[in-house]
């Protein structure tokens, strides 16, 4: 079973509704006693990266989640969370994020190169693949739905997984052990992104739940 991080900042609906198009049980928590019963998590996120960390902090849900990939379960962070995996971030001033991968989160250039883009990067982006990853499994380069302003420009190049081109690389999917982010929402996404949330619910079900 899948536990849904619920923090306060989460798109809750269209992850559990992805979930069960998939036939994924899961549950929604913000308690790390349940949570903790889980055999894999989703941190979800839509907001800013401060206000998310002060509301992961109040509710202790930094310091679970650290003990949580500790114990070698996965854990996916979409859109807002997979960047709350990072270091920090420079979204409204230079804030701490979990520190569970190693990198940092930047506005997205408006131009760059004489090239201008809109900035939130908005709508279907390809996938380009990195390397391979059990979360790609089954998977072809196939278009994704993105929606933010922010993406992660500093990063360790082997925790690349796979990226899209909006002026700049964007790290789309990234992931280093069990610890797994989306830039962009798999559950908006089609069948690429049900196929995503699949492959991990698969790496999941190869985790034991410390009950």
């Not at 990226?163 to 830039?183: C, D």
């Amino acid at each position: 079973m899948i536990g849904i991080v619920d923090y306060g900042m989460g798109n809750l609906f269209s992850v559990s509704k992805a979930l069960e198009r998939i036939n994924i049980p899961y549950i929604i928590s913000d308690s790390p006693e349940e949570l903790g019963k889980m055999k894999g998590l989703i941190l979800p996120g839509v907001g800013a990266f401060k206000d998310a960390m002060v509301l992961l902090k109040e509710k202790k849900l930094d310091q679970f989640l650290h003990t949580y990939v500790d114990s070698g379960r996965p854990l996916l962070g979409i859109c807002l969370g997979m960047q709350l995996l990072f270091q920090e971030s420079e979204e409204n001033g230079l804030h701490q994020g979990l520190g569970l991968l190693k990198g940092r989160v930047t506005r997205i250039p408006a131009e760059l190169n004489g090239e201008s883009v809109k900035v939130p990067h908005m709508g279907w982006n390809k996938l380009t693949f990195n390397q391979h990853s059990p979360v790609l499994h089954d998977i072809e380069e196939g278009f994704v739905y993105f929606v933010h302003s922010y993406y992660v420009s500093e990063m360790k190049e082997q925790d690349l997984i796979a990226s899209s081109t909006y002026n700049v690389t964007i790290p789309a999917v990234v992931g280093e052990g069990k610890v797994f982010g989306m830039q962009f929402h798999p559950e908006k996404s089609s069948k690429v992104g049900m196929q995503l949330l699949t492959n991990f619910a698969n790496a999941m079900e190869q985790s034991e739940a410390i009950l």
